[in-house]
């Protein structure tokens, strides 16, 4: 009797367990959605073991291939840059976080294929140093580079009308329908604000900060099952919405940006169906 009862306890106890750990696990309780730390997040992601291979389409059509790579900058403890021929012994230190995406995708109303790279440089509480973005449009190539300790911003361009080399402070940023007359015309403001972007200085300064993020647990669902993924959403200009599924190990699975246009990792592929 003893031994029957021992046993039905032991399974009641067993099954117990086993409900609580599928609902904590798939049932959608309290800790779905929760809020996370958006630094949690992005140390997550700056420090991921591997690189993601991202499929880039616009609604269901594949239009294009990049790839992402977070890497760390380490230096020697007397301040040298490292190098490969350093000796064994040296203390390295972390000194900067770099994100790269690279790639290229075909658009006919920019007249064929686009290649592009960027690169973003942070040190190690995030705050960014460096931002560089190249365009290639053959013949065409534009170029940015950002830096924040100097406060410009450098603009190479390469098209028909020849090589221009400008440079822009922080300050006139301020004033970009100056900046879009001197590229673009007279014109080229009143298109761009067409589009719904303002751009007057009152416009500006009435609006948030570029990117303001925040995260979450979610789940991505992938064929029959599901994946434990953390969501960043960001909002740009407070207009457009930036959406990031984040494995656990900090592996970006898929991004959504405005225009229906999507980043999907090509890992899961297909069975990540895309947002209506």
């Given at each position: 009797m003893w031994s029957r009862l021992a046993f039905w306890l032991i399974a009641i106890f067993w099954l117990t367990m086993g409900v609580l750990l599928w609902r904590a696990e798939f049932g959608g309780g309290a800790a779905r959605g929760a809020a996370v730390p958006v630094n949690m997040v992005w140390q997550?992601?700056?420090?991921?073991?591997?690189?993601?291979?991202?499929?880039?389409?616009?609604?269901?059509?594949?239009?294009?291939?990049?790839?992402?790579?977070?890497?760390?900058?380490?230096?020697?403890?007397?301040?040298?840059?490292?190098?490969?021929?350093?000796?064994?012994?040296?203390?390295?230190?972390?000194?900067?976080?770099?994100?790269?995406?690279?790639?290229?995708?075909?658009?006919?109303?920019?007249g064929g294929r686009v290649r592009f790279g960027c690169a973003l440089v942070l040190s190690t509480n995030?705050?960014?140093?460096?931002?560089?973005?190249?365009?290639?449009?053959?013949?065409?190539?534009?170029?940015?580079?950002?830096?924040?300790?100097?406060?410009?911003v450098r603009l190479v361009i390469d098209d028909e009308n020849g090589h221009a080399d400008t440079r822009y402070t922080f300050a006139e940023l301020r004033n970009p329908q100056k900046i879009l007359r001197d590229l673009g015309g007279p014109l080229l403001p009143a298109t761009i604000t067409a589009l719904g972007v303002p751009l007057s200085t009152n416009q500006l300064a009435g609006l948030s900060v570029p990117l303001q993020w925040e995260a979450h647990q979610d789940w991505l669902q992938l064929g029959r099952t599901r994946l434990r993924t953390y969501r960043l959403n960001g909002r740009l200009l407070d207009r457009f919405?930036?959406?990031?599924?984040?494995?656990?190990?900090?592996?970006?699975?898929?991004?959504?940006?405005?225009?229906?246009?999507?980043?999907?990792?090509?890992?899961?592929?297909n069975l990540c169906p895309l947002p209506k």
């Open positions: 997550k992601i700056l420090t991921a073991p591997d690189n993601s291979s991202l499929e880039i389409r616009q609604g269901t059509n594949r239009i294009g291939l990049c790839r992402w790579s977070a890497n760390l900058g380490q230096e020697q403890a007397t301040g040298a840059r490292l190098t490969e021929d350093q000796p064994e012994g040296m203390v390295k230190t972390l000194s900067s976080y770099t994100l790269d995406l690279d790639g290229s995708f075909t658009q006919a109303e920019l995030h705050a960014w140093q460096e931002f560089h973005l190249r365009l290639n449009l053959r013949p065409d190539s534009y170029a940015v580079h950002a830096h924040a300790a100097t406060e410009n919405e930036v959406v990031v599924h984040v494995s656990p190990v900090g592996e970006i699975l898929r991004v959504e940006l405005p225009g229906k246009v999507f980043l999907i990792n090509e890992a899961v592929g």
